[in-house]
């Protein structure tokens, strides 16, 4: 297939060929650049690009703890960008970065990360947006604005149904998007509202936020009434001290990182405190700066400390079971992680400042 753009050869060697052939005007200029864009559309359209597949896993065999004990923990892969989840451009997205000069969009600070299925969504306040990747349909898109306000810091995301939750903490509002990332709604929360984490009950079609600048955790249905209101500053049982993350169970039992008060608390779906766990410390099972959190279907607890650049688990009823990670650049290891997601034995944890995502797996056995 072959394609010819004549814009004009304008000759100026001689009066005669300049009289005949007038110089090119700014508006002739830009129609032959849109004919030329056409023509490549075409041409692109006939090419075959494919889609690709899945990639192999990008990292050795890392497990925890080492041998000769037994893996109950290891490194799945590591993705900082579509193409290492083997999402390729397509065809309309790479002729405008042709055209633009632009490229794929890496993360710059990921924070919050949810997965549902074989979406995954990672809000990045570094880069202002939220990465989608539809591993279903090969397909990446980039949420970066709703009801044409640009995302402010979006630091949390959840996934109800086929619509995308997103925490705008610079904001003070929660944007709401559907599958196909158009924006739905704008959820306005009170001022001085901070919110950071987010999280979704399915069972119960509700979401939940940690409102940091409230010191207070909220409930919402699908359309954006507050259902739950959770807490207010303080030490005891039901109060926090600047939450950041939470996390929902199968059961609908909710856990909230209360950082400063250096703690887990544990809610019913009432919203009635059923337990905490945590103390300040620098030892195996104390907390000093924790973040993410989530829980998978044994009820073993993941707790991100972003100090010790790892992930600690527990079990249901608090107590210190194992730790993963520990700094540095390489695979398995992080640089101030923050979200954490868990997505039946995979564990995704948004490693902020290395840029990236890690992807591990429990492989259970034992308590």
């Known amino acids: 297939m072959t394609f010819v753009v004549n814009c004009g050869s304008f000759d100026t060697s001689s009066n005669v060929a300049h009289a005949r052939r007038p110089r090119p005007t700014a508006s002739d200029r830009r129609r032959c650049r849109r ?34 004990e037994q893996a109950r923990i290891e490194l799945v892969s590591v993705f900082s960008g579509a193409s290492e989840l083997g999402i390729e451009r397509s065809i309309w997205t790479r002729l405008a970065n042709l055209i633009t000069g632009g490229a794929d969009v ?17 809000a990045d306040p570094g880069a202002g947006v939220v990465h ?24 949390g995301v959840a996934m109800l149904a086929d619509r995308i939750y997103v925490s705008d903490s610079a904001r003070a509002r929660i944007d709401v998007f559907d599958s196909a990332g158009d924006c739905e709604a704008s959820w306005e929360l009170e001022s001085g509202s901070r919110p950071a984490g987010v999280a979704a009950d399915s069972s119960r079609a509700r979401l939940y936020v940690a409102d940091v600048g409230a010191h207070r955790v909220l409930g919402f249905d699908p359309q954006g009434n507050v259902i739950l209101r959770i807490g207010n500053r303080g030490i005891d049982a039901g109060e926090f001290n600047y939450p950041t993350w939470v996390a929902v ?49 044994d009820g073993h607890l993941y707790l991100v400390d972003a100090l010790f650049d ?58």
């Open 35 to 68: 004919i030329a864009m056409v023509a490549a559309l075409y041409l692109l359209a006939g090419c075959s690009w494919g889609r690709g597949g899945p990639k192999a896993d990008n990292v050795p065999r890392i497990v925890w703890p080492e041998p000769p």
């Open 132 to 155: 989608v990747y539809d591993l279903s349909r090969h397909r990446a898109v980039v949420l970066a604005a709703c009801r044409a306000v640009a995302l402010g810091e979006p630091v």
């Open 106 to 122: 890496q993360m710059v600070r990921p924070t919050g990360i949810a997965v549902s299925s074989e979406r995954i969504a990672v």
């Open 249 to 297: 169970d199968d059961a609908g039992n909710l856990y909230v990182t209360d950082s400063l008060n250096f703690r887990v608390q544990i809610f019913d779906p009432n919203g009635t405190p059923t337990g905490a766990f945590g103390d300040q410390g620098d030892s195996s099972g104390q907390l000093a700066r924790p973040k993410g959190i989530g829980v998978d279907r």
């Open 310 to 367: 790892a992930v600690q688990l527990f079990g249901r009823d608090g107590r210190y079971l194992m730790v993963f990670g520990g700094q540095g650049r390489e695979p398995g290891h992080f640089w101030l992680p923050s979200g954490l997601a868990v997505d039946h034995d995979r564990i995704f944890v948004a490693d902020s400042y290395n840029r990236r995502v890690q992807v591990f797996r429990f492989l259970g056995g034992g308590s």
